[in-house]
């Protein structure tokens, strides 16, 4: 039981005596200032997005997010 995976995740070492939260993050109250810190070159997003794709290629960018085709991390759409 204890070397059970769900979502490919270890609960196993969660059932015997750890115990997990979890929550939501505050995107309306930290959406403004990281965006600030962006344009002002405090903070490079570039790290973490791995695809830059049109608008019409949402289908492909939901395939390949979904499956972690391409070594996908994030995807920015752009117009």
């Known amino acids: 039981m204890y070397g059970r995976f769900i979502d490919k ?3 196993g070492s969660f059932i015997r005596s750890l115990n997990m939260k979890s ?3 505050h995107v ?3 959406m403004r ?3 600030e810190r962006i344009r002002k070159g405090e ?3 570039s790290c973490i997005i791995t ?3 049109r ?3 949402t289908p492909h960018r939901y395939d390949i997010s979904k499956n972690r085709y391409e070594d996908c991390a994030k995807v920015m759409l752009k117009r």
């Open 23 to 25: 929550g939501q993050t």
């Open 9 to 11: 995740f270890p609960i």
């Open 43 to 45: 903070i490079d997003p």
């Open 55 to 57: 608008l019409d290629d």
């Open 33 to 35: 200032p990281l965006l």
């Open 51 to 53: 695809h830059t794709l």
């Open 28 to 30: 309306q109250r930290y």
